[in-house]
């Protein structure tokens, strides 16, 4: 899953950034108004943080502008302590949830979580495709009940098919939402990692779909 970060304070944005990849997001990071709106309307998110007190473009115009052109990306505002009205303003604008400062890391975590279960469709932490399962709170993967070991990007890239179980998603769509922009797109690590995937967790959880992507379905529900 891939995140964008808004915050003009360096320290908060840099704990963010480290907080978030550490939970296993790709994280890119926009330090005003005018470039978060750029990276929000230019690439492809599965949550975004915004800060409302912004250089350049407030947060609240930066938003206001997703929502006109109808960026659904789930955002998380976050607001001063006890400014009631930015956060009345902030979910009138279309915010999807909000934290106050200062916060702690894990509420983000879990509030983001559920922002992303929720807009994927998933009303559980636990995503399940036939014997594997997916706890998206522990980091967690079993084939049958027994644990599995991904590395990081295998996880990543698991974790992204299961929250769009029964639908195909193109390789660029992968690449879009489990690396940052720096990532070299025309690298063929996605075949790389599907494959070491299907040997650890089954040969028939992860189909292609010839010249359009991947698709991950329930054996069970055949």
């Known amino acids: 899953m891939r995140l964008l970060i808004v915050e003009d304070e360096p320290t908060l944005a840099r704990q963010l950034r480290e907080t978030l990849e550490g939970a296993g997001y790709a994280v890119d990071v926009a330090n005003d108004g005018e470039e978060g709106h750029f990276l929000g309307s230019s690439e492809s998110y599965d949550a975004i943080v915004l800060d409302l007190g912004l250089p350049e473009m407030d947060g609240l115009t930066v938003l206001d502008k997703w929502r006109k052109a109808d960026i659904g990306i789930p955002v998380l505002v976050l ?10 303003a902030g979910l009138d604008a279309g915010a999807d949830d909000y934290l106050a400062k200062p916060f702690q890391m894990e509420e983000l975590i879990a509030r983001l979580r559920a922002l992303i279960r929720r807009s994927t469709g998933n009303a559980s932490s636990e995503l399940e495709a036939g014997d594997v399962r997916l706890d998206t709170r522990s980091g967690r993967v079993t084939l049958s ?3 599995v070991r991904l590395t990081a990007q295998e996880y990543k ?10 639908k195909v998603v193109s390789r660029t769509e992968l690449i879009e939402h489990i ?21 650890k967790l089954g040969a028939d959880l992860i189909q292609t779909i010839r010249g359009l992507g991947y698709s991950l379905d329930d054996p069970q529900a055949a």
Request: charge should be neutral.
């Open 79 to 88: 607001t001063a302590r006890d400014s009631w009205s930015d956060k009345v």
């Open 145 to 147: 009940g027994t644990p």
């Open 157 to 166: 890239l698991l974790a992204y098919l299961m929250h769009h179980k029964g």
């Open 179 to 199: 690396y940052d922009q720096d990532f070299d797109r025309d690298s063929n690590t996605i075949e790389v990692f599907i494959t070491r995937i299907r040997k």
